[in-house]
C-alpha cells in the first residue's frame, strides 16, 4: 500500500526527468537541496498526520523534551531541541496559550523562568505519539530495513557537525 503525501495547496508533484529540465541533474546532486528536500517532506507528512492536534514539528519536539526534565529555562529547551534561541519564545508563547506548558519563576534567580510540562500537555503526547510514529515509519518506507540504520548513522552525524558549529560560534 502506498501512500502518497497530500498537500493542501497542490496536486502531487510528478517526478521531474533531467531531460526535461537541464540543470536538474547537478541540483539532485547537491546535498544542500537534498535535505531541504528531506525537510520538506517531514514537514509536510508531520502536517498530515496530526493536523487534528494543531501542532508543529518544533513544538512536539519541546514537549517531548520537557516530558523528560523537571523543568528547563527557555535558552536551555531551545540547545536541546535545536532551535533558535531567538524565536523560541514565541514556540514557548503558543504552547503556554493551548495549555501544554506552564512558565514559573525559579527559586535561584527570580529573573529565569522555567517551563513545566501541564498534565493536557502530558495527555496531548500520549494521544499525539501514534501520529508521530507513523510520520518516522512514512520517512524511512523508501528504505529496505537494512538502509534504516545506515540513514540514521548518517543524519546524526550531520546532526553533530551542526552542533559543534554552534558550541564553536559561542562567545567564550
Do not use: Y
Request: net charge positive.
Amino acid at each position: 500500500m502506498e501512500r502518497r503525501l497530500k498537500s493542501p495547496r497542490s496536486k502531487p508533484a510528478e517526478p521531474l526527468s533531467t531531460s526535461r529540465a537541464p540543470g536538474l541533474a547537478a541540483l539532485q546532486e547537491m546535498p544542500g537541496h537534498l535535505v531541504r528536500r528531506a525537510h520538506q517532506m517531514s514537514t509536510a507528512l508531520f502536517a498530515e498526520e496530526c493536523r487534528q492536534f494543531d501542532l508543529t514539528s518544533v513544538q512536539f519536539a519541546a514537549l517531548f523534551v520537557l516530558r523528560t526534565a523537571a523543568a528547563l529555562n527557555a535558552t536551555r529547551l531551545a540547545e536541546l531541541i535545536a532551535f533558535d534561541r531567538s524565536t523560541i519564545g514565541d514556540v514557548i508563547d503558543r504552547l503556554e496559550s493551548k495549555g501544554w506548558i506552564a512558565r514559573t519563576g525559579s527559586g535561584d534567580d527570580r529573573r529565569v523562568k522555567l517551563i513545566r510540562l501541564t498534565p493536557g500537555g502530558r495527555a496531548l503526547l500520549r494521544r499525539v505519539e501514534p501520529p508521530v510514529k507513523r510520520v518516522q515509519q512514512r520517512l524511512l518506507e523508501p528504505f529496505s530495513s537494512r538502509e534504516r540504520p545506515r540513514l540514521l548513522t548518517l543524519l546524526k552525524r550531520l546532526d553533530r557537525l551542526q552542533s559543534a558549529a554552534v558550541v564553536a560560534s559561542r562567545p567564550h
